[in-house]
């Protein structure tokens, strides 16, 4: 079965400091990971992928991510937070195979605060 | 080029009441998608549509259907809606399922 894992309901950080938001999945098949972020009252929107290749993936707006397989991770990481990068934020699984093609697995998101 | 659009923004409905709400895709994408986001359960997945077909359903009883027309678009219903069914559903659309999803705006329904 496919899932995902935000371990941390929220993150606070301070304004110029680095930011983590952390994400772990269980899939049966190569995983395909994802990272959304939603402001109040909006869509998700798009900020990077993991298919294969390179286990750091740098995303929209300074954001990037690694992918280790070994701890089955894909930790979302920002050198220098921002006040406006406050919002919620949702790591997301797709497994290739079978039935379930097509359909991503969110996790619960992570309410992320950057304060001034 | 423009994004996923869903509408109404806004839906507010009485208890047993039908719902329908509407998705246009991104041009070129193929595949739809639905989510239900409501308070404190996260995105729950519930119907994927590909070339027209239903090819995935998530965990919601029968009284949530939808469709896929022949331009891509897609609807979404809610039948003999219930007041847990208050929430943000989300359409997204991919251009083939391995590709990730850009997600609309989506529409906020309240069952009064």
């Known amino acids: 079965a496919q899932s995902v894992a935000q371990p941390e309901d929220q993150v606070n950080v301070a304004e110029g400091n680095p930011l983590t938001v952390k994400c772990t999945y269980s899939?049966?098949?190569?995983?395909?990971l994802f990272w959304y972020v939603q402001y109040p009252n909006r869509g998700l929107q798009f900020l990077l992928k993991y298919i294969t290749g390179d286990n750091l993936v740098k995303g929209s707006y300074g954001f990037e991510a690694e992918f280790n397989k070994s701890q089955t991770s894909f930790h979302l990481k920002k050198p220098s937070a921002l006040v406006s990068d406050s919002a919620l934020y949702f790591c997301a699984v797709r497994d290739g195979r079978g039935s379930t093609l097509g359909r991503l697995y969110f996790g619960r998101g992570t309410q992320l605060t950057v304060w001034p | 080029e423009a994004g996923v659009t869903q509408s109404p923004t806004h839906l507010i409905k009485t208890r047993g009441q039908q719902a329908t709400l509407r998705c246009s895709p991104i041009s070129g994408h193929t595949s739809v998608y639905w989510y239900q986001q409501a308070l404190g359960l996260g995105l729950q997945f519930l119907l994927w549509?590909?070339?027209?077909?239903?090819?995935n359903r998530g965990n919601f009883p029968p009284r949530f259907s939808g469709r896929q027309f022949p331009n891509y678009s897609s609807e979404l219903n809610v039948n003999a809606l219930e007041l847990e069914d208050s929430a943000l559903y989300l359409c997204?659309?991919?251009?083939?399922?391995?590709?990730?999803?850009?997600f609309g705006s989506g529409t906020r329904l309240t069952v009064v």
């Open positions: 997204a659309s991919s251009r083939t399922p391995n590709y990730g999803y850009t």
């Open positions: 549509y590909d070339e027209g077909e239903e090819r």
């Open positions: 899939v049966s098949g190569n995983p395909y």
